[in-house]
């Protein structure tokens, strides 16, 4: 399957994104998750450009799950400074990525359940540069390398009925992170982080999905790790911070054979401390879209999202889930 795109993130420019996707099985033959392997490249007017490779696998009738990928990444973002430089938190500076990601994860069935136990693993190699100096105290340099490497256990439950556009069930994770100097990265931190979605049918045409998203940090995470608000109309890495919760529900409506209106609505916190939560800086979102199932053997929708949040509107081309991209 050819899956072109438009990426439309204000923080990084308009551009396309693309990805050639070989599906080594359908949903019917396999009675079950398809594996998958794909390339996937794009670009955007400011600059940023992407290339990378992934394979995902679901393995011995799905009792083994695993997804692995390699990239280069050029990415030139506004940084906002937010939980690392405060003083930029209304004007940002230009911000160059220059990275290698090199991700595996592999999760295991429990017994006949739909709890997965596993592990994750990434490696980021990347090469900073801030486009103009920065005359500020916090602020040293503008030029410098940093590497990630971390270490995360999983804990996974998951009955969704379809993992491109589900229609009922539940994904449900808590994941532990931890990085440290010997691993090869520049400093000692970790993160904890939970993930709650429900897909609840109210009736033949008629679906409500909930998400929950909370992410916790510890240590010196550097500055463009700390967990950043994901969330339709958000723009990417302005609402930073050590910590960040977000929630939101969607409506998804059948209103003739393969076409569906989805309407969805969020809010998101990014905050240093508990103590400081209601002090963090949010947002909020609302939005309406459409989908068309693009591929029966699959069970994948395909459509636009329209989100107007509180200080920006965006538009999406969205492939299968919004959530789980």
Same mark, same amino acid.
């Given at each position: 399957?050819?899956?072109?795109?438009?990426?439309?993130?204000?923080?990084?420019?308009?551009?396309?994104?693309?990805?050639?996707?070989?599906?080594?099985?359908?949903?019917?033959?396999?009675?079950?998750?398809?594996?998958?392997?794909?390339?996937?490249?794009?670009?955007?007017?400011?600059?940023?450009?992407?290339?990378?490779?992934?394979?995902?696998?679901?393995?011995?009738?799905?009792?083994?799950?695993?997804?692995?990928?390699?990239?280069?990444?050029?990415? *030139? =973002?506004?940084?906002? !400074?937010? #939980? +690392?430089?405060?003083? /930029? %938190?209304?004007?940002?500076?230009?911000?160059?990525?220059?990275?290698?990601?090199?991700?595996?994860?592999?999760?295991?069935?429990?017994?006949?359940?739909?709890?997965?136990?596993?592990?994750?693993?990434?490696?980021?190699?990347?090469?900073?540069?801030?486009?103009?100096?920065?005359?500020?105290?916090?602020?040293?340099?503008?030029?410098?390398?940093?590497?990630?490497?971390?270490?995360?256990?999983?804990?996974?439950?998951?009955?969704?009925? *379809? =993992?491109?556009?589900? !229609?009922? #069930? +539940?994904?449900?994770? /808590? %994941?532990?992170?931890?990085?440290?100097?010997?691993?090869?990265?520049?400093?000692?931190?970790?993160?904890?982080?939970?993930?709650?979605?429900?897909?609840?049918?109210?009736?033949?045409?008629?679906?409500?999905?909930?998400?929950?998203?909370?992410?916790?940090?510890?240590?010196?995470?550097?500055?463009?790790?700390?967990?950043?608000?994901?969330?339709?109309?958000?723009?990417?890495?302005?609402?930073?911070?050590?910590?960040?919760?977000?929630?939101?529900?969607?409506?998804?409506?059948?209103?003739?054979?393969?076409?569906?209106?989805?309407?969805?609505?969020?809010?998101?916190?990014?905050?240093?401390?508990?103590?400081?939560?209601?002090?963090?800086?949010?947002?909020?979102?609302?939005?309406?879209?459409?989908?068309?199932?693009?591929?029966?053997?699959?069970?994948?929708?395909?459509?636009?999202?329209?989100?107007?949040?509180?200080?920006?509107?965006?538009?999406?081309?969205?492939?299968?889930?919004?959530?789980?991209?």
């Amino acid at each position: 399957m050819i899956v072109p795109s438009i990426i439309t993130e204000s923080a990084g420019g308009y551009g396309a994104l693309g990805a050639a996707v070989y599906f080594h099985s359908s949903y019917s033959a396999k009675k079950g998750p398809p594996s998958m392997t794909g390339v996937l490249g794009g670009g955007t007017q400011n600059g940023t450009w992407m290339a990378g490779a992934f394979h995902v696998g679901y393995w011995k009738r799905d009792r083994i799950r695993y997804m692995g990928a390699l990239a280069r990444t050029y990415v *030139n =973002i506004g940084y906002y !400074g937010s #939980g +690392f430089i405060e003083s /930029l %938190a209304d004007q940002p500076v230009n911000l160059n990525l220059d990275a290698w990601l090199f991700l595996q994860q592999i999760k295991f069935r429990v017994a006949e359940t739909n709890f997965f136990i596993g592990g994750r693993y990434l490696l980021l190699d990347t090469y900073n540069t801030f486009e103009i100096p920065v005359e500020i105290p916090e602020f040293e340099g503008t030029e410098f390398s940093s590497t990630l490497s971390e270490a995360t256990a999983v804990l996974n439950f998951d009955s969704r009925n *379809n =993992i491109f556009s589900p !229609g009922k #069930g +539940f994904f449900i994770e /808590l %994941a532990g992170t931890y990085s440290d100097t010997w691993m090869g990265s520049d400093d000692l931190y970790g993160r904890l982080a939970t993930k709650l979605i429900g897909y609840f049918p109210v009736n033949d045409k008629l679906m409500v999905g909930v998400r929950h998203e909370s992410t916790y940090s510890l240590g010196n995470i550097p500055f463009y790790a700390r967990p950043i608000v994901v969330l339709r109309g958000a723009p990417l890495m302005k609402y930073q911070d050590n910590n960040t919760t977000v929630m939101e529900a969607e409506v998804n409506w059948n209103v003739y054979k393969r076409w569906n209106l989805v309407g969805f609505t969020g809010i998101g916190n990014a905050f240093s401390d508990f103590e400081s939560f209601e002090k963090g800086k949010s947002i909020s979102s609302v939005g309406t879209g459409f989908r068309y199932l693009i591929a029966r053997k699959f069970g994948m929708q395909m459509g636009m999202d329209f989100a107007k949040s509180t200080d920006d509107f965006a538009f999406y081309i969205v492939f299968g889930t919004s959530w789980m991209r």
